[in-house]
T-cell receptor, first 110, second 114 residues
Framework: GIQVEQSPPDLILQEGANSTLRCNFS?????LQWFHQNPWGQLINLFY???GTKQNGRLSATTVATERYSLLYISSSQTTDSGVYFC????????????FGKGTKLSVKP | ETGVTQSPTHLIKTRGQQVTLRCSSQ?????VSWYQQALGQGPQFIFQ???????GRGNFPPRFSGLQFPNYSSELNVNALELDDSALYLC?????????????FGPGTRLLVL
């Protein structure tokens, strides 16, 4: 099956700093989503981005499908950005379900 | 707010018991997927329901079963609970046949098996 690897596994930032999270995947995908899981467990949709670039406020994401990676950029980080960021992909063999990476745990310090 | 709701929010059971978790999908969505998230891990796919039938299953034993109702809501049933079943159970709704088929997750049910 497809492998989804996220890096770094842990990231500690000072408030106001910028960061880049990476997601590598081992096969062609037809769906890629980025999520933020808050401390209460809620998975919050950030981007649906199987290819191309999108921006939403301080967050942006880029997926280069031909090179099998996606990047999530967080600018001017805030303490409320803390949590775990997951990349999840769907591919032809996954019968519609999402395959998640192990996540990047982000801690933003005031 | 995704419009996906789950109940109950928390549950404590003992080994060997049975449990039923419930999920109401977002308005306009016709597909529900269930995931299990163990502590410190990413969610793992259990199964998906579309048009009231199972439409794909992950690597989970048959004691994990489900239903989807005509209003697209869904249940996850787990029989003969084991300690390792302790986890956060997430459901996601989506629109099969819609553009992108983005999945939207509910707040989850935390299950503790003692």
């Amino acid at each position: 099956g497809i492998q989804v690897e996220q890096s770094p596994p842990d990231l500690i930032l000072q408030e106001g700093a910028n960061s880049t999270l990476r997601c590598n995947f081992s096969d062609s995908v037809n769906n890629l989503q980025w999520f933020h899981q808050n401390p209460w467990g809620q998975l919050i949709n950030l981007f649906y981005i199987p290819s191309g670039t999108k921006q939403n406020g301080r967050l942006s994401a880029t997926t280069v499908a031909t090179e099998r990676y996606s990047l999530l950029y967080i600018s001017s980080s805030q303490t409320t950005d803390s949590g775990v960021y997951f990349c999840a992909v769907r591919y032809g063999g996954s019968q519609g379900n999402l395959i998640f990476g192990k996540g990047t745990k982000l801690s933003v310090k005031p | 707010e995704t419009g996906v709701t789950q109940s109950p929010t928390h549950l404590i059971k003992t080994r060997g018991q049975q449990v039923t978790l419930r999920c109401s999908s977002q308005s306009g969505h016709n597909t529900v997927s269930w995931y299990q998230q163990a502590l410190g891990q990413g969610p793992q796919f259990i199964f998906q329901y579309y048009r009231e039938e199972e439409n794909g299953r992950g690597n989970f034993p048959p004691r994990f079963s489900g239903l989807q109702f005509p209003n697209y809501s869904s249940e996850l049933n787990v029989n003969a609970l084991e300690l390792d079943d302790s986890a956060l159970y997430l459901c996601a709704s989506s629109l099969t046949g819609g553009a992108g088929e983005t999945q939207y997750f509910g707040p989850g049910t935390r299950l503790l098996v003692l």
